[in-house]
């Protein structure tokens, strides 16, 4: 395939901002310390970021999209929906707290502690609001019962920042490995499931390869399921990081869909190589992952079919039966 030109380009990244990103798919640890709790009995949802705050005070849209140089540690407290007369509210944040920038992997790690968290890292194109959404949107539609998380790294938020998202998503992965660490060492602990969409799922495997490197396997011990909806990764570079992941290449789980537009928009701005996240099932399952094939899902011409893992209550049971199998 060409490389598109400018114009195709532009218009191309346009139809990305529609999006926000089964079948074939195989069919938590309790700890004694916390008892598991949703979101809807704990409503606060635990902030790991490299973004910098917005203002001191800190106020809406709380964090920003310029890059923070420590880890930001805090807690977003969750104001749940409410029924009226006028219908039924969405969740919103009430306050952020307890911002720390000092030992913020080992605050997180010490905030989760013996319960199994949930942790999402969301894609290209997203504000921490919007992140933040997504990760309630998804914790409560799987019924998840322990922590919910949310690494949130500085996208710009615009249509025009897919190359300049990519960097600063790649910048992150020092700070993202810090959290997972220190993770991986908290005693009594429960398992920490990782839910990563588009180019999120990029900075997860290449922090999972680097976390593998410098802790070994006892390091990964602790990482349940890996799931990677619509990969948003040169499928090479995928094939090569799991190579690196060895054995442990086994707890990842791929939504894929053959007609995700948005990938195929990446596809060609890519020089025509397939992403992860669009390539054929059978591709992917000769890689060693599981595969979840959401192509017969969506398919209206309006549909950019990228972010299926939050809108389709059947590709979310692929994310639950993942975390259920890593108990």
């Known amino acids: 395939m060409h490389f598109p030109t400018r114009r195709f380009a532009v218009a191309a990244l346009a139809s990305l901002a529609l999006s926000g990103c089964l079948g074939g798919e195989s069919p938590l640890t309790d700890a004694a310390v916390t008892p598991r709790a949703s979101l809807s009995r704990d409503p606060t949802l635990l902030i790991a970021t490299t973004r910098l705050p917005a203002g001191q005070p800190l106020r809406k849209p709380w964090f920003t999209a310029e ?3 420590d880890l930001i540690f805090a807690e977003a407290k969750l104001t749940p929906p409410k029924s009226g007369l006028i219908g039924t509210s969405d969740w919103s944040i009430a306050s952020i707290e307890g911002l720390d920038s000092k030992n913020a992997a080992q605050s997180f790690a010490q905030a989760a ?78 398992r920490v499931h990782l839910v990563a969409h588009s180019m999120g799922t990029l900075l997860t495997l290449e922090t999972l390869r680097m976390l593998r490197a410098s802790g070994g396997e006892r390091a990964m011990e602790r990482i349940g399921a890996v799931v990677m909806a619509a990969p948003d990764i040169d499928i090479d570079l995928f094939a ?42 059978e591709r992917l399952e000769a890689l060693g992952v599981r595969v979840a094939d959401a192509s017969e899902f969506g398919g209206s011409f309006i549909n950019i079919n990228h972010d299926l893992f939050l809108s389709n209550p059947e590709v979310q049971q692929v994310v639950k039966r993942a975390i259920e199998r890593a108990e």
């Open 113 to 190: 502690l013996g319960r199994d968290l949930l942790l999402y890292i969301h894609g290209y194109r997203e504000s921490f609001e919007s992140a933040a959404t997504s990760t309630v949107q998804l914790s409560e539609g799987i019924k998840f019962r322990g922590v919910t998380g949310l690494f949130t790294w500085p996208s710009a938020g615009s249509t025009l920042s897919y190359v300049s998202d990519r960097e600063s998503a790649m910048w992150s992965r020092d700070a993202f490995e810090d959290l997972l660490t220190a993770l991986s060492k908290t005693p009594s602990g429960g």
């Open 67 to 69: 890059r923070s140089p």
């Open 240 to 281: 090569r990081g799991l190579e690196r992941l060895g054995p442990d290449a086994k707890k990842i789980t791929v939504i894929s869909s053959t007609n995700d537009r948005a990938l195929q928009v990446s596809s060609r701005l890519a020089g025509g190589i397939v992403r992860a996240g669009g390539a054929e099932r």
